[in-house]
């Protein structure tokens, strides 16, 4: 794991960086391709919002806590900004503005099935981080996503080339054992006179 660590007033080995893993899986049908489908699964964990006067981070330890800070900022505002979205108002979302969003974008507001689990502690001294943690869940709780199924358009595409195909095979048995001409070749022909 690339996740950076490090000593606060807070916590022993406080979390000084985001934690993303990402998990692809492909699921292939052989014998129908356009039942083909994918599969994302990302797991987050957040480094906690920081009070300097908390922390009594300095130098490398309270950059760490700007970049923390900054980016859980952003994710707010776009959190928000969904909500809104939600309530009818017109939004623009700036995924873009931070690598998390960026990242997370299916997950906020997309087509992804997305599960929150906000941990706080019972230390009466952290009470407003707990607090703001309690807030930023119940507003990530109101963003509304679409949940779709994940198929590869190419494999439906193909499916689809292929079931025309068995179709067009099986209408021209079909007339041959009638001993009529296929309808598919009558309406060339006839496409081919009116031309």
Same mark, same amino acid.
């Given at each position: 794991?690339?996740?950076?660590?490090?000593?606060?007033?807070?916590?022993? +080995?406080? @979390?000084?960086?985001? &934690?993303? %893993? *990402?998990?692809?899986?492909?699921?292939?049908?052989?014998?129908? #391709?356009?039942?083909?489908?994918?599969?994302?699964?990302?797991?987050?964990?957040?480094?906690?919002?920081?009070?300097?006067?908390?922390?009594?981070?300095?130098?490398?330890?309270?950059?760490?806590?700007?970049?923390?800070?900054?980016?859980?900022?952003?994710?707010?505002?776009?959190?928000?900004?969904?909500?809104?979205?939600?309530?009818?108002?017109?939004?623009?979302?700036?995924?873009?503005?931070?690598?998390?969003?960026?990242?997370? +974008?299916? @997950?906020?507001?997309? &087509?992804? %099935? *997305?599960?929150?689990?906000?941990?706080?502690?019972?230390?009466? #001294?952290?009470?407003?981080?707990?607090?703001?943690?309690?807030?930023?869940?119940?507003?990530?709780?109101?963003?509304?996503?679409?949940?779709?199924?994940?198929?590869?358009?190419?494999?439906?595409?193909?499916?689809?080339?292929?079931?025309?195909?068995?179709?067009?095979?099986?209408?021209?048995?079909?007339?041959?054992?009638?001993?009529?001409?296929?309808?598919?070749?009558?309406?060339?022909?006839?496409?081919?006179?009116?031309?």
């Amino acid at each position: 794991s690339y996740r950076t660590s490090g000593e606060t007033k807070m916590n022993a +080995k406080s @979390s000084r960086s985001h &934690s993303i %893993f *990402t998990m692809k899986i492909h699921q292939k049908d052989a014998e129908d #391709e356009s039942r083909s489908v994918f599969v994302r699964l990302n797991l987050v964990d957040l480094a906690g919002s920081e009070r300097q006067r908390n922390t009594g981070a300095t130098g490398k330890r309270l950059r760490e806590g700007s970049a923390i800070n900054k980016s859980l900022s952003v994710l707010g505002t776009v959190i928000m900004n969904l909500v809104d979205i939600g309530d009818g108002k017109s939004r623009h979302v700036h995924y873009r503005d931070s690598k998390l969003t960026f990242l997370l +974008k299916d @997950s906020l507001g997309g &087509s992804t %099935f *997305t599960f929150i689990v906000a941990t706080i502690t019972p230390k009466e #001294e952290h009470a407003q981080e707990t607090l703001s943690t309690l807030h930023f869940a119940q507003r990530a709780k109101s963003v509304k996503n679409v949940v779709t199924r994940n198929v590869t358009i190419e494999n439906t595409v193909s499916g689809l080339r292929k079931e025309i195909r068995t179709l067009k095979r099986m209408m021209s048995e079909s007339a041959m054992k009638k001993h009529k001409p296929s309808p598919v070749h009558s309406l060339q022909s006839l496409h081919g006179r009116v031309g």
